[in-house]
């Protein structure tokens, strides 16, 4: 079929999302006439997410859907889905209906009408967030765009992408990924569209803060390694003032006046300390990070999987 579009829908512990969303992308996309595949990615979910799944791909061959064998993380789901896709163009969203589907036609009339690669939706508000959240997320894009010069503020995960950018994607074999980064790293024509957030339909959110905050810093972390460049830079700034304090020290020294001043001592000490400190954790983390990407295991593990009616078995 010509011009179809793989919807993808990463879906952690969402059983009372599922049939709401399907129905809602098969209407809307109906309504614009567009043909389309839908697939779940179960992200290892302990609720009754993979009988939702199973039920609605049962109803509609149009709909399949992966099942990993324990919670990989939306990232991974993610990028399961773009390589079970076989669509034209490929949309990811989320499975709460935060991401209203009626932004999908407008998306696609970008890419097939106007030659849009990428189609990137942006947050006109944010919805009905906590401020503490609004602002670690302010912190955390200002953090991205002055370290990498990356702008994504309110950016999300809710984009469609050509089927080359996702073969691009797919060829792209880091294991600690960073979806909205890479796609746009890759460069092509994009377009943004916006939209408001709506009240997620049932369930709860899946980010905890601490979960929030180690997504962050890993996303930080595959994107730029400027957080070790800042460490040289420190280093250099205390070498500078470790030449003058020395200069002055010797100068105290030789005309007779020993150095006093025990403080000076211990608060250099704890400064000097502690700085080292968190520049080796800084190294560490990116050493970790190292280190999980030699081993080069797989980004998910698959425990079930039900393919679409239609396909090339
Ligand atoms: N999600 C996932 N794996 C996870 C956490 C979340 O697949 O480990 C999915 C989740 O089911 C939803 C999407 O990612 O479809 C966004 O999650 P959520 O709505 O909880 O995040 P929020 O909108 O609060 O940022
Ligand atoms: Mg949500």
């Known amino acids: 079929m010509e011009h179809r579009m793989s919807v993808i829908i990463p879906a952690y512990n969402e059983q009372d999302n599922v049939a709401a969303l399907a129905e809602a992308v098969r209407s809307s996309l109906a309504d614009a006439n567009i043909p389309f595949e839908l697939i779940f990615v179960d992200d290892g979910s302990s609720d009754q ?5 199973s039920a609605e791909a049962k109803a509609d061959s149009r709909i399949r859907g992966l099942r990993f064998s324990r919670n990989f993380g939306k990232e991974s789901a993610i990028f399961a889905g773009l390589r079970a896709a076989k669509g034209d163009c490929c949309v990811v969203m989320d499975a709460d209906l935060q991401h209203p589907p ?14 849009f690669f990428i189609v990137e939706a942006k947050k006109r508000s944010r919805g009905n967030e906590k401020v503490s959240y609004r602002l670690f997320a302010q912190l955390f894009y200002g953090l991205l765009k002055v370290m990498s010069g990356q702008d994504l503020r309110n950016g999300s995960d809710f984009r469609l992408l050509d089927r080359k950018v996702v073969d ?36 709860r959110t899946k980010f905890s803060p601490r979960r929030l905050i180690k997504y962050a810093l890993s996303s930080i972390a595959s994107f730029t390694a400027v957080p070790m460049q800042i460490v040289t830079g420190v280093g250099f700034a205390f070498f500078i003032f470790a030449v003058l304090l020395g200069v002055y020290t010797l100068i105290q020294k030789l005309t007779g006046h020993s150095a006093e001043g025990f403080t000076t001592v211990i ?8 700085i080292l400190m968190i520049s080796l954790g800084i190294i560490g983390y990116y050493i970790a990070r190292i280190y999980e990407e030699i081993k080069a295991r797989p980004r998910y593990v698959l425990a079930d999987e039900i393919r679409g009616q239609e396909d090339d078995q």
């Open 49 to 53: 997410t993979w009988a939702a799944i």
């Open 102 to 115: 009626e932004t999908l036609s407008r998306m696609y009339s970008l890419w097939k009408d106007e030659g």
């Open 168 to 203: 691009e994607l797919n060829k792209m074999p880091e294991r600690q990924t960073f979806f909205r980064a890479m796609s746009g790293w890759l460069g092509f024509k994009s377009a943004v569209v916006e939209f408001d957030v709506a009240e997620r339909h049932a369930g």
């Open 267 to 274: 608060l250099l000490l704890l400064l000097i300390g502690s």
